[in-house]
């Protein structure tokens, strides 16, 4: 037989629903906020990667699925969302609208070539937001919002934001220039990746899974001492909108993400899952005012987030919440004859079309099992459709809990069912 690719999974059953209740959810949320959807390739050029998420990091060294095409094009699958964003919003002249910021949500797979476990796959899904345009720290700070209120929206509780400010390019500056100064002497002690972290890109060593316990890591200094007046004062206002939204946050002068592209802001949101380890980052993000320009663009603030599906699906269940309330549908229909199949499918087209969630019997059910049918699909009604009924165009109601049964002529069908099903609002906004 032949199996699923590693560290891939199937969606089905449940699980289907839930992803699509997330992703509805996560669209109305987008919508309130006034973001656009885009959609950018599952490939791009490989260089757009490189130089867009760096040379010096795991993702792109370590981790991407790379492939020449029949063209001979070094293409590679996106790692992560941002960078495709950024070359659509430069290729598409998005700067040159009017109506700035460009603030934009995508969802879809992204491909990376981990080690699987839990938590961890290779095709993953995102949901993130990026905004072009805004250099002002009360975007930032909307950025943050949107994953907390997502999250409080669904119910999940003891979500806990990290926060720090990895300064303006002058800044890091600064401050990669004092690592190399200090990691100098120790550069022997360090695993063989930091070696060449330390010519490529020092930040990355305070970011090194291995050698994040040693000594020489934990004394290494602080980004937040070389911070200039204007990246201070960019963080401290961050933070006072962050307290204006009642969204509290743990500064975490380690944090520096495992992107290139950050400047000031970089946040993650964690759950507070017992056991779950780094499983519990559910969203990470931050500033990349260079990005842009990086890319070929002119120079323009960007600012966003993703947030990882898988985990915060997991989230859900440990927390049990149940995001699916109702399973049930509202109608289903049964044709009593052959002959009346094509009347049958008819009034169903009909309820479908006007917001009723609709089945009919497609298996030549005798009545007994067709009521069976109609329980494991917990239907709120039945209507049942003989050559009498066909005849006098009116129909055989019933109610599948009370058992109460109707008789209700066809076109006052749908008036019928607007009195007696409550919308079912799925929508939580
Ligand atoms: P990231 O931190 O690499 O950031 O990924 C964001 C989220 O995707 C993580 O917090 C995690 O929930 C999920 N994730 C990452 N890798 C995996 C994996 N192998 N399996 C399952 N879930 C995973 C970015 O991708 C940036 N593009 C975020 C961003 C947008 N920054 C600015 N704008």
């Given at each position: ?283 990470g993000g931050g500033r990349y005012d260079g990005l842009v320009e990086t890319l070929g663009g002119p120079k323009t603030p960007g600012v966003g987030f993703a947030l990882g599906m898988e985990r915060l699906l997991t989230a859900l269940e440990y927390e049990k919440i149940d995001i699916i309330k109702n399973q049930e549908i509202d109608i289903y229909v049964i044709p009593l004859e052959e002959t009346i199949k094509p009347y049958a499918l008819e009034i169903t087209t009909s309820l479908r079309m006007n917001g009723f969630i609709t089945d009919i019997d497609m298996m030549n059910r005798n009545i007994k099992s067709n009521f069976k049918q109609a329980d494991r699909l917990q239907t709120k ?49």
């Open positions: 037989m032949i199996q699923k690719p590693k560290g891939t999974y199937d969606v089905f059953d449940i699980q289907g629903k839930k992803i699509q209740y997330l992703e509805k959810l996560f669209a109305c949320l987008m919508e309130k906020y006034n973001y656009e959807y885009m959609r950018t390739p599952l490939f791009e050029s490989s260089e757009l990667f490189h130089r867009g998420v760096g040379d010096s990091t795991d993702i792109v060294t370590k981790e991407t699925y790379d492939f020449i095409d029949r063209g001979n094009r070094n293409m590679t699958l996106r790692p992560e969302g941002t960078a495709g964003i950024v070359r659509s919003f430069i290729e598409n002249k998005m700067y040159g609208r009017a109506s700035s910021p460009v603030k934009c949500w995508y969802t879809g797979p992204m491909y990376r070539y981990e080690r699987p476990q839990s938590g961890r796959y290779r095709e993953f899904y995102q949901m993130g937001v990026e905004v072009f345009g805004s250099p002002d720290p009360i975007m930032d700070a909307e950025i943050i919002s949107i994953p907390v209120q997502f999250f409080r929206l669904l119910g999940l509780k003891g979500i806990k934001v990290h926060l720090n400010s990895l300064g303006d390019q002058e800044s890091r500056k600064n401050y990669k220039k004092a690592l190399l100064e200090y990691f100098e002497p120790h550069i022997e002690t360090l695993c063989e990746d930091c070696k060449n972290r330390y010519q490529k890109n020092p930040l990355r060593i305070l970011d090194c899974k291995i050698d994040k316990d040693k000594d020489v890591l934990r004394n290494a200094p602080k980004l937040k001492d070389y911070l200039n007046e204007e990246s201070k004062k960019h963080y401290e206002a961050v933070k006072k909108y962050l307290e204006a939204l009642q969204i509290p946050y743990i500064e975490d002068p380690n944090l520096v993400r495992g992107l290139d592209y950050y400047t000031h802001t970089v946040f993650e949101v964690e759950a507070n899952v017992e056991g779950f380890g780094s499983q519990n980052v559910l969203c009604y039945v209507i049942l459709i003989g050559s009498e009924e066909t005849k006098t165009k009116t129909l055989t109601i019933k109610n599948n809990q009370t058992k109460q049964e109707y008789k209700i002529k066809e076109e006052q069908l749908i008036q019928f069912f607007d009195q007696n099903i409550e919308e079912d609002i799925h929508e939580t906004i």
